[in-house]
């Protein structure tokens, strides 16, 4: 910093000298007057290494007492100013509000402009969209699998450019995403509605897309999990997987999104999964002694050899999490680092938990162990100054070298504001499924004093119902005397609300899918909600009660619950702390569940296709090989919104051909000194009836579109 200091104090006098020989001059920006050779050549092997680090600062743990990290202590700030970290990464902890994530966010940048390198850091978040989001106040737009419902990439540009504009108001200049995972696998517990599908070219078409909507804010992008996180039946924050295909295999699958991604990502982040058909060096496991295979993250084979040799990708390679039970519960946290280093990985994300002093002590050690690697030959400098000047190269090109504070005043305009949130809900019912609609129960036609009875698995998805009549409502779509019974069925049995059913004109009702054991009825801890499902969808139809039943998670369950009379799949379940008030910065709330709402009473006509192939459950609720629904099923009807848009368009074209036709007729008989009402009056009223139609079919086909 004082490096810098000098530079700018040196530049300002340069400039004053050119005003006075009126030649202009023009400042030079912080970092920006150093090329990347230079700033390399500056720095020492234990700087090179920090810079190849993203810390996370989640928390912070002192006298008994842990608080989550909003603005940076007196210890915080001083590791940051006292070494040379390249980034951080920021969770839903550290993200509560906008003012007060610029803050920090800021504070971080300042920090780090104080450390001897003064290079200002990566600052990120995973700001997937739908179920993984950090934003507190933001927009938590759909995530991945409903956009794949879509089919329609362009929506997949825009819902990254709302993330991006809002990621980046707050000082968040990466973004961990977009997941680039085929979900192949419909047991795969950690990616599932992550994914945007089963189909690699699908997943390419709209990832591709994602990239673009958030570089067009100015935001670097993650492409993750390399090779390919989808067929996996383990999550790697618990488990180490492993997938047993070849190269060929995936080469024709997981690899495809990632064939085009290399020519346009900022970053790939790798998966801790096994590939032992590829990847055949082995370690043995600190956890079980045994011999494991070297999972991609820490694979030479999968990262020089196929990553950057096969398909020539020369950005930048991060790790995922380091903390995750794949690495930490198996590799010595030495090796783990010097394996992912000599296999080309440039970043180490959170190589361990810092929430003490103890903590930064042990991240210190950490940095002198490694940096010892490198001077014992273990890792070569020549390795390390290739991935620094990757790294240093992507923050010039991005700029985010050349700092500035975002403005409060502006991002309060943009975080979580009614237009992002309007979109946001636009694509999420464009994304709406419909799987099933017997007998055309949807739309629901409730009529005046109309009741729904509405049950749901968790106290937090009740007010999505009264968001969603309320825009009904006011869109002329369902009276305004129509109410809703909501009921949360969480440690209750259906038998309960038979009252409930009989006083009800409608039935709806909600599942949650997060794993297979959320359809198991045999599953004694996780099963509740499939065996509430089966036992109230009898107890409906033995009231002469219909069912519509909303897929609100993953979309497999849609095959199990089969008996019900209308289906609808919303991909995302996150619910509504609540309501939304217009004029405040309010909690960030779920877009699917309510477009699903909206949708089932034709607020919305559902055009969404199923971006999985949905298979049928055995009575051991294991997925068969038999597609019950496959990818790209979808049925439609035509919402009552726009029946009512296009009525009330035709009757005002109408009307004023009617007055056209008027004012026709009288002209013309006033000229031809006759009162007759038809004389001269068909051609002209022809001709304003086909303009006015044709304005309105215009008009119904923007609106499809």
């Given at each position: 910093?004082?490096?810098?200091?000098?530079?700018a104090?040196?530049?300002?006098?340069?400039?004053?000298a050119?005003?006075?020989?009126g030649?202009t001059?023009?400042?030079?920006e912080?970092?920006?007057?150093?090329?990347?050779?230079q700033?390399?050549?500056e720095m020492?092997?234990e700087?090179?290494?920090e810079?190849?680090?993203m810390?996370?600062l989640?928390?912070w743990?002192?006298?008994?007492?842990t608080?989550?990290?909003?603005?940076?202590?007196?210890?915080?700030k001083?590791?940051?100013?006292?070494?040379n970290?390249?980034?951080?990464?920021l969770?839903?902890?550290?993200?509560?509000?906008?003012e007060?994530?610029?803050g920090?966010?800021?504070?971080?940048?300042?920090?780090a402009?104080?450390?001897?390198?003064?290079?200002?850091?990566?600052?990120?978040?995973?700001?997937?969209?739908?179920?993984?989001?950090?934003?507190?106040?933001?927009t938590?737009?759909?995530?991945n699998?409903?956009?794949?419902?879509?089919?329609?990439?362009?929506?997949?540009?825009?819902?990254a450019?709302?993330?991006?504009?809002?990621?980046?108001a707050?000082?968040?200049?990466?973004?961990?995403?977009?997941v680039l995972?085929?979900n192949?696998?419909?047991?795969?517990?950690?990616?599932?509605?992550?994914?945007?599908?089963?189909?690699?070219?699908?997943?390419?078409?709209?990832?591709?897309?994602?990239?673009k909507?958030?570089?067009s804010?100015?935001?670097?992008?993650?492409?993750?999990?390399?090779?390919?996180?989808?067929?996996?039946?383990?999550?790697?924050?618990?488990g180490?997987?492993?997938?047993?295909k070849?190269?060929?295999?995936?080469?024709?699958?997981?690899?495809?999104?990632?064939?085009?991604?290399?020519?346009?990502?900022?970053?790939?982040?790798?998966?801790?999964?096994?590939?032992?058909?590829?990847?055949?060096e082995?370690y043995?496991?600190k956890?079980?002694?045994?011999?494991?295979?070297?999972?991609?993250?820490?694979?030479?084979?999968?990262?020089?050899?196929?990553?950057?040799?096969?398909?020539?990708?020369?950005?930048?390679?991060?790790?995922?999490?380091m903390l995750?039970?794949?690495?930490?519960?198996?590799?010595?946290?030495i090796?783990?680092?010097?394996?992912?280093?000599?296999?080309?990985?440039?970043?180490?994300?959170?190589?361990?938990?810092?929430?003490?002093?103890?903590?930064?002590?042990a991240?210190?050690?950490?940095?002198?162990?490694?940096?010892?690697?490198?001077?014992?030959g273990?890792?070569?400098e020549?390795t390390?100054?290739?991935?620094?000047?990757r790294?240093?190269?992507?923050?010039?090109?991005?700029?985010i070298?050349d700092?500035?504070?975002?403005?409060?005043?502006?991002?309060?305009?943009?975080v979580?504001?009614?237009?992002?949130?309007?979109?946001?809900?636009?694509?999420?019912?464009?994304?709406v499924?419909?799987?099933?609609?017997?007998?055309?129960?949807?739309?629901?036609?409730?009529g005046d004093?109309?009741?729904?009875a509405?049950?749901?698995?968790?106290?937090n998805?009740?007010?999505?119902?009264?968001?969603?009549?309320?825009?009904?409502?006011?869109?002329?779509?369902?009276?305004?005397?129509?109410?809703?019974?909501?009921?949360?069925?969480?440690n209750?049995?259906a038998?309960?609300?038979?009252?409930?059913?009989?006083?009800?004109?409608?039935?709806?009702?909600?599942?949650?899918?997060y794993?297979?054991?959320?359809?198991?009825?045999?599953?004694?801890?996780r099963?509740?909600?499939?065996?509430?499902?089966?036992?109230?969808?009898?107890?409906?139809?033995?009231?002469?009660?219909?069912?519509?039943?909303?897929?609100?998670?993953i979309?497999?369950?849609?095959?199990?619950?089969?008996?019900?009379?209308?289906i609808?799949?919303?991909?995302?379940?996150?619910?509504?702390?609540?309501?939304p008030?217009?004029?405040?910065?309010?909690p960030?709330?779920g877009?699917?569940?309510p477009?699903?709402?909206?949708?089932?009473?034709?607020?919305?006509?559902?055009?969404?296709?199923?971006?999985?192939?949905?298979?049928?459950?055995?009575?051991?609720?294991?997925?068969?090989?038999?597609?019950?629904?496959?990818?790209?099923?979808g049925?439609?009807?035509?919402?009552?919104?726009?029946v009512?848009?296009?009525?009330?368009a035709?009757?005002?074209?109408?009307?004023?051909?009617?007055?056209?036709?008027?004012?026709?007729?009288?002209?013309?008989?006033?000229?031809?000194?006759?009162?007759?009402?038809?004389?001269?009056?068909?051609?002209?009223?022809l001709?304003?009836?086909?303009?006015?139609?044709?304005?309105?079919?215009?008009?119904?086909?923007?609106?499809?579109?």
């Open positions: 910093m004082r490096k810098a200091k000098k530079l104090a040196l530049f300002s006098a340069a400039a004053v050119f005003s006075t020989m030649i001059a023009v400042a030079a912080s970092g920006s007057e150093k090329t990347v050779g700033m390399l050549s020492t092997t700087q090179k290494l810079q190849m680090m810390i996370t989640r928390s743990s002192e006298g008994g007492e608080v989550n990290t909003t603005s940076l202590n007196d210890a915080q001083k590791l940051i100013e006292e070494h970290f390249g980034g951080i990464c969770f839903a902890s550290n993200i509560q509000s906008t007060q994530t610029i920090l966010t800021d504070e971080i940048q300042q920090a402009m104080k450390s001897e390198c003064g290079i200002p850091m990566l600052i990120s978040a995973d700001q997937e969209g739908g179920i993984i989001y950090r934003l507190g106040t933001g938590p737009t759909s995530g699998m409903a956009i794949g419902a879509t089919n329609d990439a362009s929506l997949a540009y825009e819902n450019k709302i993330i991006g504009s809002e990621i980046k707050l000082g968040i200049n990466t973004d961990l995403a977009p995972d085929v192949n696998n419909p047991s795969n517990p950690v990616i599932n509605i992550r994914s945007f599908s089963s189909d690699p070219e699908l997943v390419s078409k709209m990832g591709m897309e994602y990239i909507g958030l570089q804010e100015g935001v670097i992008t993650t492409c993750k999990h390399f090779p390919g996180h989808g067929d996996t039946g383990t999550d790697s924050h618990t180490l997987p492993l997938i047993d070849s190269y060929d295999e995936l080469k024709a699958l997981e690899l495809v999104p990632y064939a085009e991604a290399a020519n346009v990502t900022d970053i790939i982040m790798t998966a801790h999964i096994q590939f032992p058909q590829i990847e055949t082995t043995t496991s956890l079980s002694g045994e011999q494991i295979n070297i999972p991609a993250t820490l694979s030479k084979t999968m990262i020089t050899d196929v990553l950057r040799g096969d398909y020539s990708y020369d950005g930048v390679v991060m790790t995922d999490s995750m039970d794949a690495i930490r519960k198996n590799f010595d946290l090796d783990s680092a010097v394996l992912a280093i000599n296999a080309d990985v440039d970043i180490i994300l959170e190589p361990m938990t810092i929430e003490t002093d103890e903590d930064i002590a991240v210190e050690k950490y940095i002198e162990d490694i940096a010892q690697q490198v001077r014992d273990k890792i070569s020549e390390i100054d290739k991935s620094v000047t790294i240093l190269n992507m923050k010039k090109e991005r700029g070298l700092y500035t504070a975002p403005s409060t005043e502006e991002a309060l305009k943009i979580g504001s009614a237009e992002n949130r309007e979109k946001a809900l636009e694509i999420a019912e464009k994304g499924t419909l799987v099933k609609n017997d007998g055309d129960l949807l739309p629901l036609k409730l004093n109309g009741k729904v509405y049950f749901f698995p968790y106290a998805v009740e007010l999505t119902m009264g968001f969603a009549l309320d825009r009904l409502k006011k869109d002329g779509v369902v009276a305004e005397s129509v109410t809703a019974d909501c009921v949360c069925y969480r209750h049995n038998d309960e609300f038979e009252e409930n059913i009989r006083n009800a004109d409608a039935v709806i009702l909600s599942l949650e899918m794993d297979r054991g959320n359809i198991d009825k045999s599953n004694e801890t099963g509740w909600q499939a065996r509430f499902a089966d036992d109230l969808i009898e107890l409906a139809h033995r009231n002469n009660k219909k069912v519509v039943y909303i897929s609100a998670n979309p497999y369950d849609t095959a199990v619950f089969s008996d019900a009379d209308a609808l799949a919303a991909y995302c379940a996150n619910g509504m702390a609540k309501l008030v217009d004029g405040e910065e309010n960030a709330y877009v699917n569940y477009a699903a709402i909206i949708t089932a009473f034709g607020g919305n006509s559902p055009t969404g296709k199923l971006p999985v192939d949905v298979y049928t459950v055995d009575e051991n609720a294991k997925f068969t090989d038999e597609i019950r629904y496959p990818l790209g099923f049925l439609s009807y035509k919402s009552e919104k726009a009512t848009e296009t009525t009330t035709v009757t005002s074209a109408s009307t004023a051909t009617t007055t056209a036709a008027k004012s026709s007729t009288a002209t013309t008989a006033s000229k031809a000194g006759t009162s007759s009402p038809n004389t001269g009056s068909s051609a002209p009223a001709a304003a009836i086909i303009l006015a139609l044709s304005g309105t079919a215009a008009f119904a086909a923007r609106k499809k579109k």
